[in-house]
Every structure is written in structure tokens, then in C-alpha cells.
Nanobody, 119 residues
Framework: QVQLVESGGGLVQAGGSLRLSCAAS????????MGWFRQAPGKEREFVAE????????TYASSVKGRFTISRDNAKNTVYLQMNNLQPEDTAVYYC????????????WGRGTQVTVSS
């Protein structure tokens, strides 16, 4: 059983930065990739960024490219999301997810951490 726990959310002014962390626990945690998603009030959950766990190849949503950076620490089973130049439209609950198989959907999710950006 994999557990993902996010931290690092909070309230920040527009133009500010936050770093989210997602710590994974489980007997044999070895995902294929991990990602960050977000859901704003009244909106669908959307993809933010993902990283291949071993190759460290990253992919970003166009809305965050150049402002957000995803990274991982394999030894700590932790994935990070550095968010710079935050804007009010980035306000959302941010979720960490893991895909353990080589294909298919993300199959493990954290409970989320709130990010609020004031204008």
C-alpha cells in the first residue's frame, strides 16, 4: 500500500513562490512516474507536471511551463514542485500522484494541499 502525503501549501502574494513536497511511503515504493495535479473551486482537476522516476524526464502543462519545476529525490521517495511567480489563477488544491505501472493511469493519490495566491 502506497501512501502519498503532500506538504508546503499556503497563502502567498502574487509573484511569490512556494515549494510543495510529496513524501511517499510503502514497503517497496518504485513508481514509473509521479505527477502533480490541481483542482480549483468549481473546476475539473487538471494536470500540472510529471516526472519519470528514474529517467527524470519532465513534462509540464503550458500554463505553468517556465514558472514551475518538478524534481524528485529517489533516496527520500519524495517529489517536489517548485512554484515561482505564482498568480491568482494558480489557486487550487494541489495533489500528488504516482503511477506504479509502465502504462495506464495514475493509481495512487495524496489528499492534497491548498495553495492560495492573493492579488
Amino acid at each position: 500500500q502506497v501512501q502519498l502525503v503532500e506538504s508546503g501549501g499556503g497563502l502567498v502574494q502574487a509573484g511569490g513562490s512556494l515549494r510543495l513536497s510529496c513524501a511517499a511511503s510503502g514497503r517497496t515504493f518504485s513508481p514509473n512516474k509521479m505527477g502533480w495535479f490541481r483542482q480549483a473551486p468549481g473546476k475539473e482537476r487538471e494536470f500540472v507536471a510529471e516526472i519519470l522516476w528514474y529517467a527524470a524526464i519532465t513534462t509540464y502543462a503550458s500554463s505553468v511551463k517556465g514558472r514551475f519545476t518538478i524534481s524528485r529525490d529517489n533516496a527520500k521517495n519524495t517529489v517536489y514542485l517548485q512554484m515561482n511567480n505564482l498568480q491568482p489563477e494558480d489557486t487550487a488544491v494541489y495533489y500528488c500522484a504516482a503511477r506504479r505501472g509502465l502504462t495506464g493511469e495514475y493509481d495512487a493519490w495524496g489528499r492534497g494541499t491548498q495553495v492560495t495566491v492573493s492579488s
